[in-house]
């Protein structure tokens, strides 16, 4: 059974910079895509980073640059970076993986991420 735990949200001031985790346990990140999405107040859930097998990483525009997608196979964790947060960065912070692709990861877009988080809160003040 895949499990994904977000912790590290918090209400913080613009400018400021948080770290985001989810602990893994049913897969091996290291073999595996995982991503991170977040779904703003009102608004359609969007894709903001991801990391395949290989450890090629891909971010959204909007975050390049301030955000960084990292994760550390020795505790099965998967990290993200926030720097120089904006109250748009407000959302439910998710971390996400799919059991399709052999790690290689889909687009962002696409509806193939298949286990999913509970989520975690980041508020952004401006």
Known sequence: QVQLVESGGDSVQAGG???LSCL???VTIRSSCMAWFRRPPGKEREGVARIDRDGITTHANSVKGRFTIS???AKNTLYLEMLSLKPEDTA???CATTR???G???SLLS???TDWGQGTQVTVSS
Do not use: E, H, Q, T
Request: charged share 15%.
């Open 111 to 113: 509806g193939a991420f």
């Open 100 to 102: 399709f692709g052999g």
């Open 24 to 26: 893994v346990s049913g």
């Open 71 to 73: 994760r550390d196979s």
């Open 92 to 94: 439910m912070y998710y």
């Open 17 to 19: 910079s948080l770290r």
């Open 104 to 106: 290689l990861c889909p």
